[in-house]
């Protein structure tokens, strides 16, 4: 499981496997958004109607949402509330925790209902904690091989300042 | 903490701005929104009370450029200042890379700015962080008002391990990018140590 203060690295590879999976998800559960999102509020993947959509606001959001109910979950001796669910006139959003850090967020409307999107989302859960699990080992790997360093090593201070030019 | 992604090749880093209520946290964030050009900035969000006090956090993403082909995002959160807000502070410092303490200048707010960074520090470490380890820096905030405590009086209370400070006057402006680019500069630096 991803620690809370380990730093959060995505592969292409990892990637395009969440890509697939999120998409099965928005089509097996007649969903219009799905997102993932890291719970310090980075947008990690979006997929489904997201053009007139402000991802990078709903992901900051959510993890505040996601922070805060877990902050009253301890107040009362939970562990973290693990399903949020927001009902609205039109639009509903699901949203669930996976693996302990990672926030997936289904927004569906009345061609869905919460049962099917409750059902999908545990299947799809399961399979997406694979897939960061794996992210966390290689990403372990990756600090340990010196084959291939990162390319952040190799910053001078001339490309941080050209950044504010 | 910080994001790397190398499938959109993207660094996104959180930054939070920490001080003692009224010290001008927002008004950093708001004058950095207002100068910043559309297409580098997000919506900035505010979850305020209705007398425009920070309630939970405001949040301002912004778009910096590019580092080695990697773009580089900045996340930049405020916390509430309000003493009371204590367990919305902690929430917020979750993943956090770099911290901006604003310090209110004046004289009558002296004690608060030193009860505010003890309060950073506590609530720092309950997070598992040790704040003489993490991206820091001060502004001293308000230079413009007539009752304030010099800097130097204010710099050998708050900094005593002289991490970059800066003065400021948030209000229009004075130190607000400068204050930014000092604590983006640790941020990116400390990424360079870890790679």
Redesign the interface.
């Known amino acids: 499981m991803l620690g809370p203060q380990s730093s959060l690295v995505m592969y292409d590879e990892e990637y395009q496997r969440i890509l697939l999976l999120l998409e099965r998800l928005l089509r097996e559960s007649n969903s219009k958004v799905i997102f993932l999102v890291d719970k310090n509020g980075q947008l990690i993947a979006a997929t489904g109607e997201t053009a007139n959509l402000d991802t990078t606001s709903l992901a900051s959001l959510t993890a505040g949402n996601i922070a805060a109910t877990g902050g009253l979950a301890k107040l009362i001796g939970e562990k973290e509330f693990s399903i949020l669910f927001h009902e609205g006139e039109k639009d509903n959003i699901h949203i669930s925790i996976i693996g302990g850090r990672v926030i997936l967020v289904v927004i569906f409307d009345q061609r869905s209902s919460l049962g099917l999107v409750r059902l999908r989302v545990k299947k799809a859960s399961n399979e997406l904690a694979v897939v960061f699990e794996d992210l966390v080992s290689k990403t372990e790997q990756q600090a340990v091989s010196s084959s291939a360093p990162s390319p952040f090593a190799e910053i001078t201070d001339d490309d941080i300042d050209n950044l504010f030019n | ?8 090749r993207e ?2 880093c ?1 930054i939070v701005y920490y001080g003692p209520g009224l010290c001008g946290k927002t008004t950093n964030l708001q004058f950095i929104y207002n100068k910043t050009a559309e297409e580098s900035k ?2 900035m ?1 505010s ?1 305020a009370t209705e007398t425009e006090r920070t309630l ?2 405001d ?1 301002l ?1 912004l778009a ?2 590019e ?4 773009k ?1 995002r900045f ?1 930049l959160y405020t916390v509430p200042g309000q003493v009371f807000y204590d ?2 502070r ?3 410092l ?2 956090v890379d770099g911290v901006v303490f604003v310090a209110d200048s004046q004289e009558e707010r002296f004690d608060a700015n030193i009860e505010s960074l003890e309060n950073l520090k506590d609530n720092l470490e309950e ?2 962080f040790d704040l003489e380890k993490l991206p820091f820096v001060i502004q001293y905030n308000k230079r413009d008002l007539p009752n304030v405590s010099s800097v130097e009086e204010l710099s050998n209370l708050l900094n005593p391990r002289k991490v970059p400070e800066l003065e400021g006057c948030a209000m229009s402006g004075e130190g607000v ?1 400068e204050t930014l ?1 000092a604590v ?2 640790l941020v ?2 400390d ?2 140590k ?2």
């Open positions: 903490m910080s994001f790397i992604n190398y499938a959109s660094i996104n959180k997000g919506k969000i979850l939970f956090f949040f993403p910096l450029g580092i080695r082909g990697f580089t996340h367990a919305s902690k929430l917020i979750k993943g997070q598992g990018f680019k983006a500069k990116l630096n990424l360079k870890a790679g």
